[in-house]
């Protein structure tokens, strides 16, 4: 067998999910950022056009991409500890959760995010490149102008979609609180997939220090700052601090 390899974005929250699992799972793999603006190409290489984005996984000669699927395929490779719970009633619900915070927050978040950050060059330029050198930070910045109007057209961002961008964050809010059991948990008496995706698709917004990727909040333009805390006294952030404090664990990429 050969080591896994997950290529990521590394502040998206979806490629954050797909992290979550393989570091949930314990399961070393080697984890590649393919260039900022330059990984529609290589997603669509990848996966001979069947994906546009990321994450991709390399496992044992197959390539794996869309979180679900990726999640789905560590279930079976690497079945513990689980992420899909043992009993069916329990099971049917995790699933029912994660495609609802996929479909239903994933997408919106995003928008209403990038509607900001693209029309800022300084959180553009993060974005794009957490890690980058100050020269390259500077690039990025200056390429913001022609990159921010290509993003936006490619989520399909404007006025309309980033306000219902919100009013879907809230609404996920509210589907977080209304679903904790008395376990703590959204589905069963433990950690599942549901609790996973909830919690790593809200990452942007709660920016739990356990997690290596979330923007600072000095980072963030200044109607994000505001969205945010307008929400972070609310359960559902504390429920998403707790997620990461108790099952976020370390990391399991290798060099």
Do not use: C
């Amino acid at each position: 067998m050969t080591t896994p390899v997950l290529y990521h974005i590394e502040v998206s929250h979806y490629n954050e999910k797909a992290r979550w699992a393989l570091d949930y799972k314990g399961v070393p793999h080697e984890r590649k950022a393919p260039m900022p603006m330059a990984h529609m190409a290589w997603a669509v290489a990848m996966t001979r056009g069947q994906s546009k984005t990321f994450p991709i996984l390399r496992l044992n000669g197959d390539t794996v991409h869309d979180s679900t699927k990726i999640i789905e395929r560590l279930e079976r490779d690497y079945p513990e500890p689980p992420l899909y719970p043992s009993d069916p009633d329990d099971l049917r619900r995790a699933l029912e959760l994660e495609e609802f915070f996929d479909e239903e927050l994933g997408p919106h978040i995003r928008r209403a995010a990038f509607a900001e950050v693209t029309r800022d060059s300084e959180a553009f330029a993060w974005i794009a490149a957490p890690h980058a050198g100050k020269l390259m930070h500077a690039g990025f910045k200056g390429f913001a102008a022609i990159a921010g109007p290509m993003t936006r057209m490619r989520y399909g961002i404007n006025d309309e979609t980033a306000v219902k961008g919100r009013e879907k964050t809230v609404a996920a809010l509210d589907r977080v609180e209304s679903e904790v059991g008395p376990s703590g948990y959204l589905a069963g008496d433990g950690f599942t997939v549901a609790d996973l995706t909830a919690a790593a698709l809200l990452f942007p917004l709660v920016r739990p220090p356990e997690s290596s990727e979330a923007l600072p909040a000095g980072g963030l333009p200044e109607l994000l700052q505001r969205f945010r805390a307008e929400h972070e006294r609310r359960p559902a952030f504390d429920w998403v601090r707790e997620m990461y404090r108790r099952h976020r664990g370390v990391s399991a990429a290798v060099a």
